[in-house]
């Protein structure tokens, strides 16, 4: 079974079992995410901070493109 999106997404979260990731998709225009589990047995797990920057702000003096991926910034923390 293949699953299809009509919409292709900014950022896509797909949380599992899987080690924590964020990368951009081949072609640069979503972020793909998996954040981990926040607990994982008696020890602390990750969790996501996802931060997307204004189109208009500026960073060390370079504008960003309009591309959301080029604009997102994750931070995965462990606990």
């Known amino acids: 079974m293949r699953m299809r999106m009509n ?8 949380p599992g079992d ?3 990731f964020a990368n951009k998709s081949t ?3 979503t972020v793909c ?3 981990g ?3 994982k047995g ?3 797990g990750t969790y996501a901070m996802v931060t997307l920057h204004d189109l208009k702000e500026q960073v ?8 959301a991926a ?6 995965v923390v462990k606990i």
């Open 7 to 14: 919409a292709q997404p900014d950022l896509l979260i797909t």
């Open 18 to 20: 899987l080690n924590y």
């Open 27 to 29: 072609d640069g225009k």
């Open 33 to 35: 995410l998996n954040p």
């Open 37 to 39: 589990k926040l607990a």
């Open 42 to 44: 008696p020890s602390g």
């Open 60 to 67: 060390e003096g370079d504008e960003f493109d309009r591309k």
């Open 70 to 75: 080029d604009r997102i910034r994750v931070d």
